[in-house]
Structures are given as C-alpha cells and as structure tokens.
C-alpha cells in the first residue's frame, strides 16, 4: 500500500519559515516525481512544488516561486518543502504527493498518491 506522510507544519508568524518533511510508506520515493499541494477551507487544491526523478527538474507556480524551495534525499527517502517569507494567505493543510507526469503539468493536479497532509497556519 503506497501512503505517504507529512510533518513539520505549525503555527508561524509572517515573514517566519517553516519546513515540511514527507516520508513514505511502502514505496520508495527515488522512482517517483513527487510534489506538494495545498489546500485552505472553501478554496481549491493547489499545487504548489514539484521535483523530479534524480531531481533532475523542479517547478513552481508564479503564486510561490521565490519563497518555496522543494528538494529531495533519496538516500533517506525524503522530500522537503522550505517555505520562506509565510504570509497569511499561506495558511493551509499541506499534501506530499506522487506526480504522474512531468511536473511542468502540475497546474493540471496529476497527484497519485497523498498522504493526511500537515496543517500550516500563518498569524501573529
């Protein structure tokens, strides 16, 4: 059973950093692109990272590039999200997922597999 699992979320003030961990269960990530989306209460899912087989590739929508940095270590079978400079509008629960096809086509939200998400909130 592939499952995956987030964790590093929390309360942040603006202008913080947090970074978010993701982990898998029966699977190894090395094989997979792997993203991350979020999703707020009322709002759509949005993807919001994605990187590559051998991180050969990553991708950011315009709403995040600059502050959001995704990486990965197949060694310890992890992948990362840095978010730098949180605003508000930030707060949501957050999602590591498998990407389906080229994360270039993340708009398109081409996850596989997710896990139960970890909650970011942004306030002072």
């Known amino acids: 059973q592939v499952q995956l699992v987030e964790s590093g979320g929390g309360v942040v003030q603006p202008g913080g950093s947090v970074r978010l961990s993701c982990t898998p269960s029966?699977?190894?990530?090395?094989?997979?692109?792997i993203g991350w989306f979020r999703q707020a209460p009322g709002k759509e899912r949005e993807g919001v990272a994605c990187?590559?087989?051998?991180?050969?590739?990553?991708y950011y929508p315009d709403s995040v590039k600059g502050r959001f940095v995704i990486s990965r270590d197949d060694d310890k079978n992890m992948v990362y999200l840095q978010i730098n400079n949180l605003r508000p509008e930030d707060t949501a629960m957050y999602h590591c997922a498998t990407v389906v096809i080229q994360c270039r086509y993340l708009a398109r939200r081409p996850f596989g597999s997710w896990g139960q998400g970890t909650q970011v909130t942004v306030s002072s």
């Open positions: 990187i590559s087989e051998r991180s050969s590739d990553t």
């Open positions: 029966g699977f190894t990530l090395a094989n997979y692109n």
